[in-house]
């Protein structure tokens, strides 16, 4: 700086406009143009504005958001913005423009209980529930977002400067073991299933139950869900089954498979997370891992004894939050975010995350990684609490060399080309149950009869 209080490329360029103008003179002020118009900008605040600018371009897409159980809460309104530090969750649409997500997917999620008869149907309703909330809020909000049903829908919503809101299931459990549930999630707009959750159903076995295997992988009613899934075109997510489920799914699959939101075991030691022998077979498959922001399954974080004593005896309490109804749910949430606010869990950082997807490109290239944070399930960074503050992902990608295009495939592309394969297989599939003369699949099996 000068004594005036300007940059001295701003001084030296008022000197040229006091002194006639040689032609040595102009030859110099031609050198110093540049030097006028960046003088003024930090190599960090034109990266910033270059982030920001390929984050405004790129067609944006999180696979997994969490946000229906928000819906349930009284009060919550997804066209306001909330506080996400006083139980306003991480995503409603003021927040998701400050973020420039332009299409999102929310989870049906229900969590594991018994495996009866009875627990199928009062699950299954619940999750008829959750699809209405869904869809109750669409209507809503019909001027901001609309529900999203094929690969083609997020850009189409975009040009019309709508949110693009997808639906998918997580956990299989509440179909049971009707296969035709699936036909009816379909046509209530859900396009992905992940098989299980935290613990084993009757689809498969899960990664994180510790207890026995049910099935050692898929069972043979996990087999038949797999190959309906493939005939409608619901993407298969292989998040949350164990590693003996995953190989069985890719053995039985005729379509690319989804992890909806997960990461890399080599970076985060945990079972939720791929190895690299699993990304290479998710890869050979045509598959995408779509990583996910919340912190203990990316980075290996510091224990908080404190922290994890209180929270299961908040799960002692509430009986692991199976079988609950309505308003003992709503009061164990209630406890849960006056617990987690006495106890805040460590956080990891963006570029612990995207530490995770240099990993999987330099395992199998750029074409099988992806997004879907996790919102409102638990993810969140230190700096990407929520969905507003997701341009600091590109930005760190920016950082690190990832060219656009690159950026674009990491956001949407990736998943979206996977999205539009399993859409092809089903069409194939269509077309050659026509021409055959079939008029529909059988879907009852041995294990429902």
């Known amino acids: 700086m000068t004594k005036t209080g300007y940059p001295q490329s701003i001084r030296s360029f008022q000197i040229f406009f006091t002194t006639p103008l040689t032609n040595w003179r102009f030859s110099a002020l031609l050198l110093l143009l540049p030097l006028l118009f960046t003088g003024c900008t930090s190599a960090e605040e034109r990266l910033e504005r270059e982030a920001a600018a390929i984050h405004e371009r790129v067609l944006t897409l999180d696979s997994h958001v969490d946000t229906p159980l928000m819906l349930m809460r009284e009060g919550f309104d997804m066209g306001r913005r909330n506080d996400p530090h006083d139980r306003g969750g991480k995503l409603d ?3 998701m423009e400050e973020g420039g997500l332009d299409a999102v997917f929310f989870a049906v ?5 018994e495996l009866t008869e009875a627990a199928y149907a009062l699950n299954h309703q619940r999750a008829l529930d959750i699809f209405d909330l869904i869809h ?3 209507e809503e909000h019909s001027d901001v977002a609309g529900l999203a049903l094929t690969s083609g829908d997020a850009e189409r919503l975009r040009s019309e400067g709508r949110f693009a809101i997808y639906i998918g299931n997580e956990n299989a459990y509440p179909i049971g ?6 036909q009816s999630y379909y046509d209530l707009g859900s396009r992905y299933m992940g098989l299980s959750h935290s613990r084993h159903n009757q689809v498969c076995d899960a990664s994180t139950d510790g207890g026995e295997p049910l099935h050692g992988g898929l069972s043979d009613f996990g087999v038949e869900v797999v190959r309906e899934l493939n005939r409608l075109g619901m993407m298969v997510d292989v998040t949350h089954i164990s590693d003996e489920a995953f190989y069985d799914v890719l053995a039985v699959t005729e379509a690319p498979v989804i992890a909806s ?3 890399a075991r080599a970076i985060c030691d945990h079972p939720r997370n791929l190895d690299d022998e699993m990304i290479i077979a998710l890869a050979e498959n045509g598959g995408v891992l779509q990583l996910c922001v919340l912190s203990a399954y990316v980075k290996e974080m510091p224990s908080s004894p404190e922290r994890e004593a ?3 005896a908040l799960r002692e309490r509430w009986n692991n939050f199976q079988d609950l109804d309505e308003e003992e749910m709503q009061q164990a949430r209630e406890e849960w975010w006056e617990t987690n606010s006495l106890y805040p869990a460590p ?3 963006v570029a612990d995350l995207v530490d995770h997807v240099d990993h999987v490109v330099q395992l199998v290239g750029i074409d099988h990684v992806g997004i879907g944070t996790d919102f409102d399930g638990g993810g969140a960074l230190e700096d990407c609490f929520d969905v ?3 341009g600091n992902i590109t930005l760190e990608l920016v950082r690190r060399g990832y060219t656009e295009e690159e950026i674009e495939k990491i956001w949407s592309g990736n998943f979206l080309r996977v999205f539009r394969q399993v859409e092809e297989h089903a069409q194939s599939v269509a077309k050659a149950d026509a021409a055959n003369g079939v008029q529909g699949v059988a879907l009852q099996t041995a294990a429902n009869q």
């Open 388 to 390: 507003s503050e997701l």
């Open 347 to 349: 956080m990891a950082t």
């Open 261 to 263: 939101h997960s990461n």
């Open 177 to 182: 073991k009707d296969l035709g549930l699936l």
């Open 109 to 113: 999620f229900l969590g594991q209980g």
């Open 310 to 312: 209180a929270f299961e």
């Open 93 to 95: 649409f003021p927040r």
């Open 136 to 138: 109750d809020m669409l």
